[in-house]
């Protein structure tokens, strides 16, 4: 009887107000009245409610025969929360269905849907992917709020002087700028705030966009769509644009062969600029998969290749609990701090198992968890950032090897700071700790 009177995660917190992506208001509110009337109405809101709260990106839900496991991203980590029964968790699956105009009956196929969110003055974007699989079946929601919690490259992490290369790079002429991560390590983000950073009050920026795939708008940046009922390809809309000569050709998927070798003739003849994005594990790989990859336009690649901004999202050490310590001086030869640099270095405060949590008498006493972070010893991420920008020995060599190695002694004779050591300055900032560090750069 205890167990059913028991207080869920989702019965604590006041529910998210659903917006239903659709036009018509008696249609959306007619919706909203018939998918209350269920009883998962309510726990979705909650439980969505809690995942934000808890400052969750993405909400997974697992359904087996007797449960649902739920996890949350946090701070691009999984944690485990308590499972709901089978039949609270189907509940509050066929409600957010319901919401998110996909079917709930289905519970085999691939669907997908989305949902507007509000909690207190703040709005949100819930993405919804469902799929069957041999045990149930695999939910996963992506929390993505409408207004971005930093505007500027300095809110991301990037150091004073990065910034400034990386803005001269956007305001030359005759140039190539690439924006690069791993995937899923925030690269709309920083694409978005890099090129808002460009000086777009003096040139001509235009944007091809496929229509089904439109970018959120930039102030001063023309998006011009093709596909879908336009009638129009990347290259006839890229025709037609650049008859209107503008300064920045915007790319936020790579080019099609052809449209690349008529926006590099225009870097060539008219010194205009060309802007693009794409996933890869560093700036090198970013580079060298480019030249890889238009084989016919490499040579020019190379020439105008002004430079390729990659990042890495690492955990912020929270400010409230972390834990400073006095480096011994091999841990900085390790590291390539030279002695008497860097005083302190950082770690989080993790509580010791519950066990372990007493007294000098041995009797238990309970560690309270930090207010902050919760206990996690981190908060926030921040973005590790490397900025490439090619020398002539590099522009050469990209030609002759993929050797990512070679490539990269080959940058750090010209000067290039890699992703490494930016890395290490992170720590020596205190912004993250070593563990960290060890944690990202160790995935694959």
């Known amino acids: 009887m205890a167990q059913e009177t028991e207080i869920q995660l989702w019965q604590t917190v006041v529910p998210v107000e659903f917006v239903p992506h659709v036009k018509d208001r008696t249609e959306s509110q ?5 998918t209350r009337q269920g009883a998962g109405y309510q726990i979705i809101g909650g439980q969505l409610a809690h995942a934000i709260g808890s400052r969750a990106t993405h909400l997974l839900m697992d359904f087996s025969q007797n449960a649902c496991a739920i996890r949350y991203q946090i701070d691009g980590n999984w944690e485990q929360l308590p499972p709901l029964d089978r039949e609270t968790g189907d509940a509050m699956l066929y409600a957010l269905k319901q919401l998110c105009l996909m079917n709930p009956a289905d519970r085999r196929s691939a669907q997908t849907g989305k949902l507007g969110l509000k909690m207190g003055k703040s709005k949100f974007q819930l993405n919804v992917q469902s ?6 079946e695999r939910v996963l929601a992506k929390v993505e709020p409408e207004k971005l919690p930093f505007e500027k490259l300095a809110d991301l992490g990037m150091r004073d002087k990065m910034i400034e290369a990386v803005k001269g ?3 030359a002429h005759a140039n190539i700028v690439v924006v690069t991560a791993p995937k899923g390590e925030g690269l709309t983000s920083t694409w978005n705030i890099a090129v808002d950073a460009a000086d777009k009050f003096v040139r001509d920026f235009q944007s091809f966009e496929e229509q089904s795939k439109p970018e959120p708008e930039i102030i001063n940046i023309s998006s011009n769509y093709y596909g879908g009922d336009t009638d129009m390809t990347q290259l006839d809309m890229l025709k037609r644009m650049i008859l209107k000569e503008p300064d920045v050709l915007v790319f936020p998927e790579l080019p099609e062969d052809e449209s690349l070798k008529l926006s590099l003739a225009q870097a060539s003849k008219l010194e205009k600029s060309i802007y693009t994005r794409m996933n890869a594990p560093s700036a090198m790989e970013a580079f060298s998969l480019l030249v890889s990859k238009y084989k016919d336009s490499s040579t020019e690649i190379a020439k105008f290749m002004g430079g390729i901004l990659s990042q890495r999202l690492v955990r912020r050490l929270c400010d409230n609990c972390k834990l400073g310590f006095e480096p011994p001086p091999q841990l900085l030869q390790q590291l390539g701090i030279p002695a008497g640099r860097v005083a302190m270095l950082y770690q989080p405060f993790i509580p010791p198992p519950i066990e372990q949590q007493v ?14 972070c919760e206990g996690r010893g981190y908060l926030g991420r921040i973005a590790i950032f490397e900025f490439l920008v090619p ?9 002759k090897t993929q050797d990512i190695a070679q490539l990269h002694r080959v940058a ?13 300055l992170t720590v020596a900032r205190g912004l993250t700790s070593l563990d960290e560090l060890k944690r990202v750069f160790s995935k694959k």
């Open 30 to 34: 007619a919706l909203l009245i018939s």
């Open 131 to 136: 799929q069957g699989v041999p045990t149930g």
């Open 169 to 171: 790079q956007l305001n």
């Open 359 to 372: 007294d000098e008498n041995g009797r238990p006493a309970p560690i309270t968890p930090c207010h902050v």
């Open 391 to 399: 020398g002539p020995l590099l522009r050469d060599a990209i030609l």
């Open 412 to 424: 750090k004779s010209e000067g290039h700071r890699g992703i490494q050591a930016e890395a290490v």
